[in-house]
């Protein structure tokens, strides 16, 4: 059985098409539907089935997914585990745009001071994105939030840091108070789709804040520099000295957790760490990460 067609079934459940696989894997359609007929004949049953233009798994090829993925994953620790007596590979990692433009290049720095023989791609992207290239073994190792679901017990979550909202001002308003800026000024949104303009519209609507929006922007360097041009104020995850840097931009806290009354809301935080699965092949490099990212953040090592 050739391993690779396990592989691609995977694909084609996952899209939904045949050619759509084809197109991401840089098949021709005919050769991936050859591949799948074979596969369907060395397994003794369908697996697939048509449904219009699209395709969906069979009983008997949900069964073949899941322990496929199983089965991807042991194949990659045996490789891994044969080659042992070296440190080279590649380790695919998923980050948020935020510690991208963060802290990552110095987590990065440390790690291949560690690893130099390691070979590092980075996709950048929103977390359940990541979260779905992770299932899927597309990616090794993720630098993202905190998914909202319980986790299965196949997944490794470690936090790293919390990021409370605080808001955005020219130099000029530093003096004032946060929560009078944003009644009072142009709000230049972070947007509401992602999980942290969604912390900022519930801090709003607890404190009974209706700003005047003046955009929505789903970037918060882009949110910063508006700031810096005068566009307004910003309400964001504090994401670092990076907010500032270079820009006529102050970071002012919020008011902690029960000032304003009960009801009044708080400034709340979105949990950013590392996520890896604990069969994947290269645990250990996501540990050594973890440890890098700690000592970068001063975090203290990992226990």
Request: glycine share 8%; aromatic share 6%.
């Given at each position: 059985m050739d391993i690779r067609y396990i592989h691609n079934f995977l694909r084609v459940v996952n899209t939904g098409s045949m050619s759509e696989a084809a197109r991401?894997?840089?098949?021709?359609?005919?050769?991936?539907?050859?591949?799948?007929?074979?596969?369907?004949?060395?397994?003794?049953a369908a697996l697939l089935v048509r449904q219009g233009r699209s395709v969906r798994a069979t009983a008997a090829g949900e069964r073949l997914f899941?322990?496929?993925?199983?089965?991807?994953?042991?194949?990659?620790?045996?490789?891994?585990?044969?080659?042992?007596?070296?440190?080279?590979?590649?380790?695919r990692l998923g980050t948020v745009n935020t510690a991208l433009h963060g802290f990552l290049p110095?987590?990065?720095r440390a790690f291949v001071d560690r690893h130099a023989d390691v070979?590092?791609?980075?996709?950048?992207?929103?977390?359940?994105?990541?979260?779905?290239a992770l299932l899927q073994s597309e990616l090794d190792v993720l630098l993202c939030l905190k998914p909202s679901?319980?986790?299965?017990?196949?997944?490794?979550?470690?936090?790293?840091?919390?990021?409370?909202?605080?808001?955005?001002c020219r130099a000029a308003d530093a003096h004032e108070d946060p929560l009078a800026l944003l009644r009072t000024r142009p709000l230049v949104r972070y947007d509401r789709s992602l999980a942290g303009g969604r912390l900022a519209e519930r801090y709003l609507r607890a404190r009974g804040i209706a700003p005047l929006e003046r955009m929505e922007l789903n970037s918060v360097l882009a949110v910063a520099m508006m700031v810096d041009q005068g566009l307004g104020v910003g309400l964001v995850p504090d994401i670092g000295a990076v907010l500032g840097q270079g820009r006529d931009v102050r970071v002012l806290?919020?008011?902690?957790?029960?000032?304003g009354g009960e009801g009044q809301g708080t400034a709340d935080a979105r949990k950013v760490g590392l996520l890896w699965l604990h069969t994947s092949a290269?645990?250990?490099?996501?540990r050594s990460l973890l440890e890098c990212a700690r000592e970068c953040l001063g975090a203290g090592p990992l226990n």
């Open positions: 991401q894997l840089d098949l021709s359609p005919s050769a991936i539907a050859q591949q799948m007929r074979v596969l369907e004949g060395e397994m003794g899941e322990r496929g993925r199983q089965l991807l994953q042991e194949v990659e620790g045996l490789r891994e585990w044969v080659a042992s007596d070296t440190d080279g590979g590649e380790l110095a987590v990065m070979r590092i791609s980075v996709r950048a992207g929103l977390t359940p994105e990541l979260y779905t679901f319980d986790l299965p017990k196949s997944v490794c979550w470690a936090e790293l840091r919390q990021e409370p909202l605080v808001v955005l806290a919020l008011p902690e957790q029960g000032d290269r645990a250990r490099w996501a």
